[in-house]
Nanobody, 114 residues
């Protein structure tokens, strides 16, 4: 059974930084495409960033040049470094894994507020 567990969320002031981590288990992690999504209150879940098994990365326009996705295949973890955070980045952030099918974590809350 595949498990994805996110951590690292919290409350941060505008302009601040957070690093999210997602630990994966039960999946051939190095072969999976990993991603981060987010869902703000009253809005649909949206894609934030992704990284392939070959470490090719992609970002949504709203976070490009502020967020960085990375992975550590030795630790079965994917990370999202978030800098220059804005109030509109407030959302529940979900880890996503895709390998023949799609798996989701439970999410971690990120709140950007002064």
């Amino acid at each position: 059974q595949v498990h994805l567990v996110e951590s690292g969320g919290g409350l941060v002031q505008p302009g601040g930084s957070l690093r999210l981590s997602c630990a994966a288990a039960g999946i051939n992690f190095s072969s999976a495409t990993m991603g981060w999504y987010r869902q703000a209150p009253g809005k649909q879940r949206e894609w934030v960033a992704g990284i392939t098994s070959r470490h090719i990365t992609g970002y949504s326009e709203s976070v490009r040049e502020r967020f960085t996705i990375s992975r550590d295949n030795a630790k079965d973890r994917v990370y999202l470094q978030m800098n220059s955070l804005k109030p509109e980045d407030t959302a529940v952030y979900y880890c996503n894994a895709h390998l023949m099918r799609t798996y989701w974590g439970q999410g971690t809350q990120v709140t950007v507020s002064s």
